[in-house]
């Protein structure tokens, strides 16, 4: 098999440098993923790596900036879904969190799937990152994962003071009391943060029913534990956060078990393709983004609720 498998990688690298078109990177890329590779029953992997981000990822002759997509991992597991020869799903989770209505529609998704789903936490599964695991039939977390930061948060940057400082006076017109709130460069009123509060303390609502939910744990108990702290692997199995230790060889092993298949599962691991230059030349290569201090300040929207673990 593994003779007959680099053959096909042969020919598929033969093809893209011939046509000089994707095609030969597709058929690469579905050979290098192990689609199309083998029969017999399979285990999906379904990877979230990176802050959770609505919709797809920026077309891009260097390949992906990065971030875990909700339209992509949704695409996955449809895919997974869709695939008869997979009897289980492995949902890699390495991710700090992130857009509340991303991680929503990964959640919502994963409600949609039928076959097993087991979570595979990695380094940090965080906020968002547990959010979207919560309804897994089965979480494994490394004993030193970083989990749970059950919680919402969305930032307000003030350069009123700096504005002032380089004599730069921003000139608001607006058609109502609030349709500039949460503008970096005033102070927020109380009853600005009050309105936002609301907004926070209703997402927050959701997530606690939806890991009570996942979790089978009373709304009582989920919330004491939801302010926001993160938990070691360890910790979160203690509080029926997640099921067991272990690591993805683990949760794969899980999986399997859960998909009635027996013996050691074919791997199936979806990727979108690589483009021509990634295919000739080997790992994506992506131009330096120059310092920006709108994108660093999010000054160009305004606040956004975020599932998100923020990093010390």
């Not at 593994?2 to 020919?11: E, G, V």
């Not at 979207?132 to 994962?145: G, R």
């Not at 272990?246 to 078990?257: F, K, Q």
Request: aromatic content about 6%.
């Amino acid at each position: 098999m593994k003779k007959n498998r680099w053959l096909w990688i042969a020919l598929g690298v033969a093809l893209a440098l011939v046509t000089g078109t994707c095609a030969g990177a597709v058929a690469l890329a579905s050979l290098v993923t192990g689609e199309g590779l083998g029969r017999g029953e399979a285990v999906a992997i379904v990877r979230v790596e990176g802050i959770i981000l609505s919709g797809s990822p920026p077309a891009s002759p260097f390949g992906s900036d990065g971030g875990a997509y909700s339209e992509r991992i949704i695409e996955h597991l449809d895919r997974a879904q869709e695939d008869a020869s997979v009897k289980a799903i492995v949902l890699r989770v390495n991710s700090p969190g992130g857009s509340v209505v991303a991680s929503d529609e990964i959640y919502q998704k994963m409600l949609e799937v039928e076959k097993p789903i087991v979570v595979s936490m990695g380094e940090l599964a965080a906020s968002g990152g547990y959010y979207i695991s919560a309804p897994a039939d089965l979480i494994v977390a490394n004993p030193a994962t970083l989990t749970g930061s059950i919680g919402v948060i969305t930032q307000v940057p003030n350069l009123e003071e700096l504005m002032e400082k380089i004599g730069v006076e921003v000139v608001v017109i607006k058609s109502g009391a609030h349709k500039d709130e949460g503008s970096p460069f005033r102070e927020m009123t109380e009853e600005e943060k009050a309105i936002w509060q609301a907004i926070i303390d209703e997402a927050y609502d959701q997530f606690v029913t939806i890991v009570a939910e996942g979790r089978d744990l009373p709304e009582e108990k989920v919330r004491e534990i939801a302010d926001g702290r993160v938990y070691t692997g360890k910790q979160a199995m203690k509080l029926g956060l997640v099921d067991e230790l272990g690591n993805l060889p683990e949760a794969i092993d899980r999986a399997a078990e859960l998909g009635g298949i027996e013996g050691e599962p074919r791997l199936v691991e979806y990727h979108r393709p690589p483009t021509l230059f990634e295919t000739l030349f080997g790992s994506p290569v992506s131009p330096s983004r120059p310092f920006d201090l709108t994108r660093l300040l999010d000054l160009e929207g305004r606040p956004s609720l975020q599932y998100l673990y923020v990093e010390p």
